[in-house]
């Protein structure tokens, strides 16, 4: 069974989508299938495609949830040693070797991600050159644009 790691906040969102999913998208989809059955001819009823069309994608992304909560790996970073390592579910504070520019990323399970508002994938190039290193160390990271050198400044068990 593969295991798909997460943060306690990850694991409580999958549960929350697959809920809404459950009780109210599939309900409603089922009515509206119903619905564009009352209108007739089924061949050339554009709303019936549509809604099983979302009835099929509603579907797949429950199995989909269903399987990633059965093999979930909730990892609390509060619970870890707090040793200055970087490991999954901490916050990383990082200064660029070449520019100075502070940034900080969290890493989380692949769902989770959000480059947006500073969320990494355990999985992305950023977190794998991360991982096993301490505060302190630099860490090499092949970018499209280049090699980034990165200072570990502090690392953030929450």
């Known amino acids: 069974m593969q295991r798909y790691p997460m943060t306690p906040e990850g694991h409580q969102a999958l549960e929350e989508e697959l ?3 459950k009780t109210i998208e599939r309900p ?3 009515t509206a299938i119903a619905e564009a059955r009352e209108h007739g001819d089924l061949k050339e009823n554009a709303e019936y495609h549509a809604a099983r069309e979302q009835q099929g994608l509603c579907e797949a992304r429950i199995r989909d949830i269903e399987a990633k909560l059965g ?3 909730v990892i609390d970073p509060a619970k870890l040693p707090q040793d200055g390592r970087v490991v999954f579910g901490v916050t990383v504070v990082l200064e660029n070797a ?3 520019e502070e940034c900080q990323y969290k890493i989380v399970g692949d769902d989770e991600a959000d480059f947006k508002v500073g969320k990494i994938s355990v999985n992305s190039p950023i977190a794998r050159g991360l991982i096993g290193k301490s505060e302190g160390d630099e ?4 970018t499209p644009s280049g090699l980034v050198v990165f200072e570990i400044l502090e690392v ?3």
Do not use: E, H, M, N
């Open 156 to 158: 953030i068990y929450q």
């Open 71 to 73: 093999g979930a790996q």
């Open 98 to 100: 070449d520019s100075g």
């Open 139 to 142: 860490a090499q990271i092949q």
């Open 28 to 30: 409603r989809i089922t």
């Open 19 to 21: 809920k809404q999913l």
